[in-house]
C-alpha cells in the first residue's frame, strides 16, 4: 500500500502547480479587464469604477458600524431559513428516498418547482409573514428547501440495503435508523444539497431585501444603487461574494471531514 502510495503521489504532485498559475492568471486577467475598461471611459462614468476607487470603497464599507449590523439582520435570515428549509428539505427526502409510492406520487413536484424562480411567491409571502423579516426569512426557506430535499431524496437510494438490514436487524427505531444508518451513508449527498441550497437561500432572501426592506446586505445593495453609489455597491457586492466563498467553503469542508483520501 505504502509502494502504491509512492507511485501515486509523483503523478498527482505537479498538478498543484499548474492549476495554481491557472487561477491567479485568471484573476489577474480578471482584474487587468476590469482596470482598462475603467480607464478607457468607453462606459458612462462611474459604472465601471477604478480597482482604486473601489478598494478605498471597501475600506470605508468595513470601517463602517452599520455594515455589521445589516450584515447581521442577513445573515440571521439566512441562517434561519437554512435551518427551517433545511431540516424539512431533509425529512421530506429521507420519506420520499424511503418510500418509493410517496416518491412516485410527489417527487416530480419536487423537480417542477425546484427550478421555479421563487421570487414571483414574494407577494405571498408578504401578504403570510408580513414586510418584517419574516416575509424574507420565507423565501430563504422556500428557495433551500427543493435542492435539499431533491439531494437527500437521491441519498436514500444509494445507501447500502446491507446496512438498512442490519439496522433492521438490530429493532432499531425511526429515529436510530435515521441517526445511526440513514444521516451518515449519506451525508455526502445531504451536504451537497445543503451548499446548493445555501447559496440559491442567498439569493432568495437578497432579493427579497432588495424589494422591500429598510435593512440588511441587500437593502444596501440595493440603496447604493438607486444613489448611483457604484463603487460602494460594489464593494458591498465583493464583501457578500467573500462571505458566501468562505460559508459554502466551511460546509463543503465539514462534508469532506472523515472521507477516505485515496
Same mark, same amino acid.
Not at 65 to 91: R, S
Not at 125 to 142: R, T
Given at each position: 500500500? #505504502? ?6 503521489? +509523483?503523478?498527482?504532485? %505537479? ?10 492568471? &485568471? ?12 480607464? !478607457? ?21 468595513? #470601517?463602517?458600524? #452599520? ?51 421563487? &421570487? ?25 428547501? /427543493?435542492?435539499?430535499?431533491? !439531494? ?31 444521516? %451518515?451513508?449519506?451525508?455526502? %449527498? ?33 440603496? #447604493? ?5 457604484? +463603487? ?8 457578500? /461574494? ?21
Amino acid at each position: 500500500m #505504502a509502494e502504491t502510495g509512492r507511485l501515486i503521489a +509523483p503523478a498527482t504532485q %505537479p498538478l498543484v502547480r499548474p492549476v495554481t498559475l491557472v487561477r491567479v492568471a &485568471i484573476v489577474v486577467g480578471i482584474l487587468a479587464t476590469w482596470e482598462a475598461v475603467a480607464a !478607457s471611459g468607453l462606459l458612462f462614468r462611474d459604472v465601471v469604477p477604478s480597482l482604486a476607487v473601489i478598494g478605498r470603497a471597501i475600506v470605508e464599507l468595513l #470601517a463602517d458600524p #452599520a455594515t455589521y449590523f445589516n450584515l447581521g439582520v442577513t445573515a440571521g435570515e439566512i441562517g434561519l431559513a437554512m435551518l427551517i428549509g433545511g431540516l424539512a428539505g431533509l425529512g421530506v427526502g429521507i420519506l420520499l428516498g424511503g418510500n418509493r409510492l410517496l416518491s412516485r406520487a410527489f417527487e416530480s413536484y419536487l423537480y417542477y418547482l425546484g427550478p421555479t424562480p421563487k &421570487i414571483i411567491f414574494f407577494p405571498i409571502m408578504i401578504m403570510w409573514f408580513g414586510v418584517g423579516p419574516g416575509s424574507k426569512i420565507a423565501m430563504g426557506v422556500l428557495s433551500c428547501f /427543493f435542492p435539499v430535499a431533491l !439531494s437527500a431524496a437521491a441519498g436514500m437510494r444509494t445507501i447500502d440495503n446491507v446496512l438498512i438490514r442490519v439496522g433492521r436487524s438490530f429493532r432499531a427505531g425511526t429515529w436510530q435508523m435515521i441517526t445511526k444508518i440513514y444521516l %451518515p451513508a449519506m451525508r455526502l %449527498p445531504v451536504i451537497n444539497g445543503v451548499r446548493l441550497g445555501l447559496g440559491v437561500a442567498i439569493i432568495g432572501t437578497l432579493l427579497a431585501e432588495t424589494k422591500l426592506s429598510n435593512k440588511g446586505i441587500g437593502f444596501l445593495i440595493i440603496n #447604493a444603487y438607486s444613489t448611483f453609489n457604484m +463603487p460602494r455597491m460594489y464593494a458591498l457586492l465583493i464583501l457578500l /461574494f467573500v462571505l458566501s466563498i468562505g460559508v459554502n467553503a466551511l460546509v463543503g469542508r465539514l462534508g469532506g471531514a472523515g472521507t477516505i483520501k485515496r
